[in-house]
């Protein structure tokens, strides 16, 4: 296929995808970066399953391999899709996702839920605070429909009444994986126990002072971060050597 990107950026959260923007814009000024979108029916069931296989009818006919970035959900997508198919991939950025990689913005909310038993606006009033910081009530209300759109829309297999679990497990690609320094979400440890599952060309990093979206709040430097990885990658990737490498 002519034309290929350099990059492919993940979105399986349609509510989500403009906090992705402001760092794709400054990314693009490097390299070719496409976007690739999923958006869940009402009538399918909460699942990555349809997601990973349209990805890969995108992918595959690809000449080369790209890069993968996700954030949250659309992070383990890119995850999934690498252990299943890493031929297709160059390397892959996961934003705000933690060795556990089903724990997500969705996953907190529905921990607040069952402790504080109150409505579902005002969890999503103080999640929108640890997820944002302090802002004005118009900015915190805006947030809160935004939160509010992602838990119905998209395929987070996370509800009131089951949180999912995923097991932690290596990327048969080389892999960045990034936090924001005070993310309430994607705790320190989440981010120091990918440790095990490192391979030599893979690398960890804490955005100083942005929380879970700090994609959004720090552009430049994490486009910048993401730009001085791929440069780090060897010119063989490593998928023809991770494939005795279990991924569960």
């Known amino acids: 296929m002519s034309n290929v990107p350099d990059a492919v950026c993940l979105n399986v959260s349609p509510a989500l995808k403009w906090f992705d923007r402001?760092?794709?814009?400054?990314?693009?000024?490097r390299a070719s970066i496409a976007q690739w979108e999923y958006t869940q029916s009402p009538d399918e069931p909460c699942s990555l399953d349809k997601a990973l296989i349209?990805?890969?009818?995108?992918?595959k006919h690809f000449d080369r391999p790209v890069h993968l970035i996700g954030h949250g959900l659309s992070g383990t997508l890119g995850l999934l899709y690498s252990r299943q198919h890493p031929k297709h991939v160059r390397s892959l950025s996961l934003l705000?996702?933690?060795?556990?990689?089903?724990?997500?913005?969705?996953?907190?909310?529905?921990?607040?839920?069952?402790?504080?038993?109150c409505s579902r606006t005002f969890v999503l009033a103080q999640v929108a605070k640890s997820l944002f910081g302090r802002q004005c009530e118009l900015a915190t209300r805006?947030?809160?429909?935004?939160?509010?759109?992602?838990?119905?829309?998209?395929?987070?297999?996370?509800?009131?009444c089951y949180q999912h679990y995923m097991k932690p497990g290596c990327a048969p690609v080389p892999l960045m994986v990034g936090r924001g320094e005070l993310d309430v979400v994607i705790d320190p440890n989440a981010l120091e126990q990918w440790q095990p599952w490192f391979k030599e060309c893979d690398f960890q990093?804490?955005?100083?002072?942005g929380l879970?979206?700090?994609?959004?709040?720090?552009?430049?430097r994490v486009a910048l971060k993401i730009w001085e990885f791929w440069n780090s990658i060897p010119s063989q990737s490593l998928p023809h050597l991770m494939s005795g490498v279990a991924t569960n």
Not at 54 to 59: A, G, N, Q, T
Not at 145 to 155: G, H, M, R, Y
Not at 212 to 220: A, I, V
């Open 96 to 117: 705000s996702v933690g060795v556990f990689p089903s724990i997500d913005w969705q996953a907190h909310y529905y921990v607040q839920r069952q402790l504080f038993r």
């Open 205 to 209: 990093w804490e955005c100083p002072d």
């Open 54 to 59: 349209l990805l890969h009818d995108y992918l």
């Open 142 to 160: 805006r947030m809160i429909e935004v939160l509010e759109k992602d838990l119905d829309t998209s395929p987070s297999a996370h509800s009131i």
């Open 212 to 220: 879970h979206f700090f994609q959004y709040s720090h552009p430049h």
């Open 22 to 29: 402001p760092f794709l814009r400054e990314l693009s000024k």
